[in-house]
């Protein structure tokens, strides 16, 4: 049974907004739609008060009913009000406490970037805390096929608009490592996409090495990438696996708090 739809006298809720929310998650929790028999069990309604608030919400197309199955699924003003609320603002309220404890955990500079087309713009950083002090700030612009971030989020596009971007990229060479060739970034963009996990190797700094992965919404698109930067003579192997697994977990929270669900969401 679904908390929050008895005993709430005395609470101050609303009860049927209260009873409306808990027929939304059984709803939402169902990957293959849940039907009335589902909301009356799980959220312990009576059939007809059940029946009259699923069709309020599918009147309000909180919720929509498949004609066939008459099974009932998470409705389009759901999808219109969630990737609304998903903008820089939100990213920096939920990711810079998270970049707070991924400084702390690695004693490295930490950063979230999102992509307005060819750009890479940093929307969040935190400095290192060891003797080297990473110059970037929030709101600067880095490349897209150099750093670490930039490939991720080239990397979680689809094919075709990836086709497009690499092919508009001015593939600068920063050092002598970085990416000049779209074939050779073409196929970085498929290892990143494969593996979930990219890499600056000195390619933008000569003296820095990078580390990203992607930072999925409720649909499940990338719509940020989190990455570590690090002096190269720090950034040993050991320590990059070390970084990697703080920024998976980072990663994960982040992805969560967006409404990301691995279990629910297909590629």
Request: net charge neutral.
């Amino acid at each position: 049974m679904v908390s929050g739809t008895k005993n709430k006298e005395g609470r101050g809720g609303i009860q049927s907004l209260e009873r409306a929310a808990a027929i939304l998650d059984v709803v939402a929790a169902s990957h293959e739609g849940a039907a009335l028999a589902d909301v009356t069990s799980q959220t312990g309604l009576h059939t007809s008060t059940a029946f009259h608030l699923l069709k309020t919400l599918t009147d309000l197309n909180l919720i929509s009913q498949d004609e066939d199955t008459r099974r009932y699924h998470v409705g389009s003003r759901v999808f219109t009000l969630a990737a609304g609320a998903l903008d820089d603002n939100l990213l920096l309220r939920l990711g810079q406490p998270i970049l707070n404890r991924l400084s702390e955990m690695t004693g490295e500079s930490a950063h979230l970037a999102v992509r307005s087309r060819l750009d890479i713009v940093l929307v969040a950083r935190t400095a290192a805390s060891g003797m080297l002090q990473m110059s970037e700030r929030a709101g600067l612009v880095r490349p897209a096929h150099a750093t670490a971030i930039g490939k991720v989020l080239l990397a979680h596009v689809q094919p075709e608009e990836q086709t497009r971007l690499v092919d508009e990229l001015d593939l600068r060479a920063f050092t002598p490592q970085t990416i000049t060739r779209k074939a050779k970034l073409r196929t970085e963009l498929e290892t990143v996409r494969r593996t979930g996990v990219a890499h600056d190797r000195c390619e933008f700094d000569g003296e820095v090495r990078c580390v990203a992965l992607p930072v999925f919404d409720f649909a499940g698109r990338c719509v940020a990438a989190i990455g570590i930067s690090g002096p190269v003579w720090r950034m040993s192997e050991a320590k990059l696996k070390e970084v990697t697994d703080a920024l998976a977990a980072a990663s994960s929270e982040l992805s969560t708090a967006l409404g990301y669900s691995a279990a629910s969401v297909a590629e």
